[in-house]
C-alpha cells in the first residue's frame, strides 16, 4: 500500500510539473524543447498497472453511479476517472486503480492522458479566443479559420480529398455524408435545371418528388452512429436500434473470413467474391423498382460490429462497382482514422487508383466531419450546416496531435508495436486453441475471439482486476484500441497479464 501510494503521489507531482506554467515549459519553444518534454512525460508514466480496491469498480466509483443514477441512466458507466491524475497510457480511476488503458476511451485519445503537446495549445495565448469563443462556423466564421484547417485537417487528408466539412462527432459527420450524397444524386438527376414549386412544396410535408426515394448500401454487422440515417446504416447490436424506426435501405454481407488468412486464400477469395456479387444485384435490385442506391457506407475495419476486415481485394472491387453505378463511395473511418492501423487513414492501405469519395472522421482527430472530393459539394448553402459546424478550439488541439505523430514517428511505431502484439495474440492462440482463435490486426488496431461471450467477459473482467482496461465488440471478441503513444513496453505488460489470464481460465 506505501508503494501503491507513494507511486500515485509521485505521478500526480510529476504532472503537476509538467503542467506548471512558472516552469515556462508551455510558451512558444523550438523542436528539442518539446522533444524534451515528451520525452520527461512518457518517463513520468508508472511503470506499471496498480490496484488497490478488492473489486472493479471500487466503492468511489460504485457511491458515484449510485448518485448519478438519481439524475440520468448510468447502466452504461464502467467506473468514475481521476483524470488529473491519468498519464500517458494510464488511467486512474477514482478509487485510485491505476489500469493500462488498450481501450483509449472507445479509441479516442490519441496522445494519450494529459499529454505536453496538448496542455501546451491550451496555454498558449493565441488560442485563448478559441477555446473561449465558440462561433457558428458557416456565418461567422474567426478570421484564422483557413490556416487552422490547413495546419490540420488539410495536412494529413486523404489522397484525392481536397475539401473538409467539419462536424461535432462522429454521428453527425456521418449523417451529414448521406445528405451530401443524397443531394449530389439529385443535383446531377436535374442536369441544371431549376427546382419546381412541387420539389419546394412536398419536401416540406416528406412527400415525393421533393422527398426522393433514395437511398444508401450498408452492411451487415456495420456500425455508423445513433442518429437516424445513420442508425439505419448500423447493424452490429439490436439494442443500439430497437424501438426506433429506420429507413428500408439495402443491407450486404460484409465478409466473414477464416483464419489463419495466410492457410485459407482461396476461400476467403471466394467469400470476397460472393460479397461483391450480391452487393451488385442488391444496387441493380433497388434501382429497378426506383428506389436508386445513391451512395454505399462501409468501414475498413467493422469496430463495433466485431472487427471484421475486408481484404483489400474486397474493397478495390467494391470501389469500382460503386463507380460503375455512380454511387457515392463513403469510407466510414471514424474509429481508424488518426493513425492506429500505422497510416493515417485505413483505406490507405488498399492501394485504390481511384479514393472514397468521402471520408468520415472523428473520435481520435478531436472534431468530427468529413474529407469530400470537390463534386459533392452542395450548390447552395445551408443544405450542410448546423449551428456551430465543429469547433476551432479542437482544431487548436489537432494541429499539435499531428505535429506530435510527425516529430515522434508515431506512425512507424504504431507499426511496429502492433506486428508485436499481434505476434503476442497468436501466441495465446496457440497455446490457449480451446479458449482463444483468430487473432487479427493492423497496427495496434487488434482483436481476437473467445469461444463464447461469457468467457470474452470473464476475461475482460480479469484482466481490469490485473490492471488492464479493455473492452469488447461484437459477439466475443475483445477489441483493442491504444493510442498512439502506446509502445513494446505497454504492449509487453498487456500480453504477459493477457496470458495469465487465459492460464488461469485453463487450470
Known sequence: MVRYNSLIVATSKRLRVINDGNLNLFGRRNNSTAAKISSDYHLSEPKEPLIRTSTIPGPKSLELIKQLDSIQLSKSVQLFVDYESSIGNYLCDADGNLFLDIYSQISSIPLGYNHPALIEALRDPANTSAFINRPALGILPPKDLVNRLKGSLLSIAPPGLNEVQTMACGSCSVENALKAAFIWYQ?????GRELTPEEMESTLVNQYPGSPYLTILSFKHGFHGRTLGA???T????IHKLDVPAFDWPIAPYPIYKYPLEANERENKATDDQCLEEIQDLIERFNKKGRPVAGLIVEPIQGEGGDNRGSNYFFQQLRKIAKSHQVVFICDEVQTGCGPTGKFWAHEHWGLDNPPDIVTFSKKMLTGGYFYKGHLRPDQSFRIFNT???DPSKLALLEKVIQVVKRDNLLESIIETGNQMLTGLKEAESRFPNLVSKARGIGTFCAIDFNTAELRNEVINRLHQKGIHCG????????IRT???????HNNIFIDRFHKVLAELNN
Do not use: E, V
Open 235 to 238: 447493424h452490429s447490436k439490436y
Open 187 to 191: 443535383t446531377r438527376i436535374r442536369d
Open 472 to 479: 469488447g465488440s461484437g459477439a466475443a471478441s475483445l477489441r
Open 388 to 390: 456551430w459546424l465543429g
Open 483 to 489: 493510442t498512439l503513444t502506446f509502445n513494446n513496453q
Open 231 to 233: 442508425l439505419s446504416c
